[in-house]
């Protein structure tokens, strides 16, 4: 059930030429024997004389079956007397192949150990197929001309008719979404999804939601997954086994530590950091780990978990290792994302005068970024797990390291958005520096909280987080930060439309920003003040402000805001050169992914549009802004402003 593609793959082995040797592969229940033996019995009428099937107990308590025992199995199935079969492996395998070597025969091969475990028993008639199963990928199979057929877990609706099969239709229909939850908590695993059905099964009078409420428990999960005494129906004593076949403590190590990896995908480099070993010593042990599927691969050079056997993994390391090395293995992983996001951010904005210092564990072979771009992109590729990690660093009570890495992502949300995200992270940015009792810390991240709430247009709960920072800011007596505060109560004040008020404000955070004689924050200012200028139709003095910003910006390596004031002065000065500058700092930002600059640019060429008349191409540039931030989770209350004005 559901594995249609695996089963139109064995078709096309079928109906190739020699070899015809197929590898089905994938994780301990994942449904390996299942897909053989049900494509064996549907074409067992193309293969006359008959089919051979052995189980080669490569994933069993006791060792692997020898090619040898096999052979003589298999020979003795054509009617031949023990005493005629040679006893060694070459002479008794050559005698094999003279039996078979005319005949229509399939071969399954169940439960592989190795390469070298199957080869002798490969029928070499050209009219044969034969299937081998394994939880090992077999790469030395594959090398000589046999083709993989690598299971995945089930899709949603196959995972869901298999559950089905095995309970009762009535009880799955009552209990819908309940039935939905167990096949997601069983990670669409056939062997898992199997289990608990026959639990179910054998328990008429247990709801399926209650079921789910035994299998939430995350420790509790692979002990739940079993039935009866016997170990092929237990989750855990399967991944046990494939477990214990792993060629060396390293391997063994490796798989453990990684259980306790704060995220979902990683990489070589983060699993060298966790492990604290070279990373030429650690990707050969990543594709051991794969070659057993015990790992999977995911994009881009990545590796993942299959849900239960990350859960498997962490129960060795909670068996095998000491708590301190836990605590050590989960600490370096952190460091490692922390580290990494800090270069990025030197790379992204090395004007930044932020200080990191929360990292213990520094990387022996940090990641090196060329440009900005590069840098970028691994920290959104990277998101998921950076958010993981902040709330393990946070469950940890690594507070400093979980406030930090908020901080450290401020240029991903600059350039990319990611505003409904933002603000979950800021949350716990700010729970962590409370948690510091750090009150520079907390104020740090109070900004930052307030520019998540005005990112997806909560401008009340922005206001009120500015004004707690402002107050502990005072309490520091700290001018500099009093001033930013004021400057982002200025946004709030601009984006509710009461310019004036925002103008106000924006000159007095700009004297203060003048006297530190801070000139990058100066530009800042003077592009902020003349977002306001502009709307009061002041524009030459918007103009003013905006070339004193780009001649403070000369030098200062800042690609975002030069881009941003260079579209603010072709908005101050409309006309053609007006729509050339928004045009000529949008293309500088196009390299680099900007949400906000691009959504920004058509704003201000719908003003610009509005202001010749032209108010369907206004309205037209207005939705497109709209449509770009909504796509990164933000919100924009002037823009829907301005729409809501043209809608009347």
Not at 27 to 37: D, E, M, R, S
Not at 66 to 84: M, N, W
Not at 512 to 537: F, H, Q, V
Request: with cysteine; aromatic share 6%; hydrophobic share 45%.
């Amino acid at each position: 059930m559901g594995r249609d593609e695996a089963l139109t793959l064995l078709d096309k082995i079928h109906s190739a030429g020699a070899p015809r040797v197929a590898v089905v592969s994938g994780p301990a229940g994942i449904g390996k024997t299942a897909v053989a033996l049900h494509w064996s019995h549907r074409e067992q009428i193309d293969f006359p004389d008959g089919q051979l099937f052995a189980d080669l107990q490569g994933h069993a308590i006791n060792e692997p079956v020898q090619p040898t025992e096999v052979l003589e199995r298999f020979i003795r199935a054509f009617g031949i007397e023990p005493k005629r079969i040679p006893p060694e492996l070459a002479e008794r395998s050559a005698f094999y192949q003279s039996l078979v070597s005319r005949r229509r025969l399939l071969v399954v091969l169940d439960n592989a150990a190795s390469a070298a475990q199957v080869i002798p028993l490969l029928p070499a008639s050209a009219d044969s197929i034969t299937i081998v199963t394994s939880r090992w990928r077999l790469a030395g199979l594959l090398m000589r001309g046999a083709r993989g057929v690598q299971l995945e877990q089930l899709r949603s609706e196959a995972a869901f008719e298999l559950l089905k099969r095995v309970i009762d239709d009535n009880r799955v229909d009552a209990e819908r979404q309940s039935a939905e939850k167990l096949v997601e908590l069983c990670a669409r695993l056939p062997l898992a999804l199997c289990i608990t059905g026959a639990r179910l099964a054998t328990r008429p009078r247990w709801s399926l939601s209650e079921m789910v409420k035994a299998l939430s428990h995350e420790r509790q999960r692979l002990a739940e997954l079993s039935v009866g005494g016997e170990d092929d129906m237990k989750v855990q004593a399967t991944l046990a086994l494939s477990y214990n076949r792993l060629s060396s403590e390293n391997v063994r190590r490796l798989y453990r530590r990684l259980g306790l990896f704060p995220g979902t995908t990683f990489d070589s480099w983060s699993a060298a950091a966790m492990i604290a070993l070279p990373h030429a010593q650690v990707q050969p042990l990543l594709e051991i780990l794969t070659d057993a599927n015990l790992l999977d691969d995911a994009p881009g050079g990545n590796y993942r978990f299959h849900d239960l056997i990350r859960l498997h993994a962490w129960e060795m390391a909670e068996q095998d290792d000491p708590e301190e090395i836990r605590e050590q293995t989960v600490h370096r992983a952190v460091d490692w994302f922390l580290f990494t996001a800090v270069t990025v951010n030197r790379v992204v904005a090395p004007y930044s005068k932020s200080n990191f210092n929360a990292v213990v564990n520094e990387p022996t072979e940090p990641l090196v970024f060329t440009n900005r771009a590069q840098a970028l992109n691994w920290l959104d590729n990277e998101f998921p797990n950076l958010r993981a990690a902040i709330r393990v660093a946070l469950d940890r009570r690594l507070f400093p390291t979980a406030w930090q890495l908020v901080g450290a992502l401020w240029p991903l949300f600059l350039y990319r958005g990611r505003h409904d995200e933002r603000l979950e992270v800021a949350k716990m940015g700010l729970e962590a520096a409370r948690a510091c009792a750090d009150p520079v810390a907390e104020a740090k991240m109070l900004n930052r909280t307030g520019l998540a709430h005005r990112s997806v247009g909560q401008l009340d709960e922005a206001t009120a987080a500015f004004h707690a920072a402002l107050k502990i800011w005072h309490r520091q007596g700290n001018r500099y930060r009093i001033s930013g505060s004021i400057r982002n109560l200025g946004l709030i004040k601009l984006d509710r439309g009461h310019v004036e008020e925002a103008v106000t404000l924006f000159r007095e955070s700009l004297d203060e920003y003048r006297t530190a004689k801070e000139p990058r924050k100066i530009a800042l200012l003077l592009c902020d003040l003349s977002e306001a200028l502009i709307e009061l139709g002041k524009t030459a003095e918007a103009i003013d402000c905006l070339t004193e910003a780009e001649n403070l910006l000369i030098g200062v390596d800042d690609p975002y805001n030069r881009a941003r004031a260079r579209i603010l002065l072709g908005s101050a000065q409309g006309g053609k050169s007006g729509v050339a500058l928004i045009n000529q700092g949008l293309e500088e930002m196009k390299g680099l992914g900007s949400t906000l600059t691009r959504v920004q640019a058509l704003q201000v060429l719908g003003d610009l549009a509005l202001q010749e008349c032209r108010k369907q191409e206004a309205r037209d540039l207005y939705e497109e802004a709209q449509r770009v931030l909504s796509r990164s989770g933000g919100r924009s209350r002037r823009l829907e402003e301005r729409l809501a004005r043209l809608a009347q």
